[in-house]
Structures are given as C-alpha cells and as structure tokens.
T-cell receptor, first 116, second 114 residues
C-alpha cells in the first residue's frame, strides 16, 4: 500500500517569494513515480512536475522544482518567484511503476495563498 | 485538442436515482481512471481500466459500476444514489508506454445527492 502525507493544510507566501510545499510518502514498491498537481478554484487538475524514484537529479519545470530526498521519503515542491495565479490547492501523488495498477495515490493537499 | 471530456459538469440527484457519468478521451490512451474528491480531501480511486474490456476496482468501488467497451469511453454508473456519493468525480487517462507519463484529468462532474 502507498501513502502520501501533506502536513500543511494551508500556506501563505508573498508575491515574488519562493515557497516549499511538503510531501512525505510511504511505499513498499521498489520503483515508483511522484507527481505534483495544481487545482485552482475552478476545479481542474493540472499536472506540474514528475520525479521518478531512480532519477538521479531533482526534476525542474520552469518555476517548479522538486526537492527529492529518497532516504527521507520526501518529495517537496518548490515554487520560485510566486505569482498571484499560483494561489490554488496543490496535491502530491505517487504510483508504483512495476505493476499493472498505475493509479495515483493522493495526499490531502495544501492550499497556497499568494499575497500581493 | 479536447483531451478528457466529462459530462455533465453538474448534476443533482434524488436518493435512489441512477445515473451515468460520461467520460471520453481522444488521446488514444490505454489507461483510464475514475476518482472522487470529497470536500477538502485528495482524490480517491473508484475504478480503473488498462484497456478496452478490462476493468478493476480501486479503493472505493462500492455503489459504482464501470464498463470499457472502447478505448475512448469509460462511463461510471451509479445505480442507487446515496448522500455519501455527493462528491466531485474526475475521470483521467494516461498512456503507459513510458513510466513518467502523467495522468490527464477531465474538468470534473460535481454531483449532489439530496
């Protein structure tokens, strides 16, 4: 079984500053993928970034980077230079890579509010 | 580029009624999924399918049924609606040829059972 824990129900950040959203996970699968999704108030799920468990380098996608610490089982999302449009719910998710069941297990999310 | 399309976007049902949530994707993805999202929570897997004719239960399948007769379509059926099924329902799809493929989500169906 897999479990994702997001311990920050809500976060505030000033516009143009960086923010880190925490994610820890637990799994017995030897190979897995970690994902972050953004859910704005309009409700859609937007894929942000992916990290594979065997990837040597931390993933980056524009202003998003993933601070992956495998030994600590953490996969924190870092958003640099926050913008007002970054205000949303953020979900960390994971799935195994070596089985036929590729469905995502989600955390409970973190609500980020960017203040001007 | 439609991606994953869900209909309807909103629906109110009475207890005991039935309905089908429609989901179709035009990306030729082999994997499809149904999730539900309760208020303030993350998504939980209801059912998934790895290809036409193949479906399997997820974490919270009770009260739901699915079918997958084509690659494109993956409808979710509620037979006897109960208040506990009030939720937002998301359909997603992915191509599993590569391990880093993200799931693409529809915009969701907001369902209220009264």
């Amino acid at each position: 079984a897999q479990k994702i824990t997001q311990t920050q129900p809500g976060m505030f950040v000033q516009e143009k500053e960086a923010v880190t959203l925490d994610c820890t996970y637990d799994t017995s699968d030897p190979s897995y993928g970690l994902f972050w999704y953004k859910q704005p108030s309009s409700g859609e799920m937007i894929f942000l970034i992916y990290q594979g468990s065997y990837d040597q380098q931390n993933a980056t996608e524009g202003r998003y980077s993933l601070n992956f610490q495998k030994a600590r089982k953490s996969a924190n999302l870092v958003i640099s230079a926050s913008q007002l449009g970054d205000s949303a719910m953020y979900f960390c998710a994971m799935r195994p890579m070596d089985t036929g069941r590729r469905a995502l297990t989600f955390g409970s999310g973190t609500r980020l509010q960017v203040q001007p | 580029n439609a991606g994953v399309t869900q209909t309807p976007k909103f629906r109110i049902l009475k207890i005991g009624q039935s309905m089908t949530l429609q989901c179709t994707q035009d990306m030729n993805h082999n994997y499809m999924y149904w999730y539900r999202q309760d208020p303030g929570m993350g998504l939980k897997l209801i059912y998934y399918s790895v290809g036409a004719g193949i479906t399997d239960k997820g974490e919270v399948p009770n009260g739901y049924n699915v079918s997958r007769s084509t690659t494109e379509d993956f409808p979710l059926r509620l037979e006897l609606a109960a208040p506990s099924q009030t939720s937002v329902y998301f359909c997603a799809s992915s191509y599993e040829g590569s391990s880093n493929q993200p799931q693409h989500f529809g915009d969701g169906t907001r369902l209220s059972i009264l």
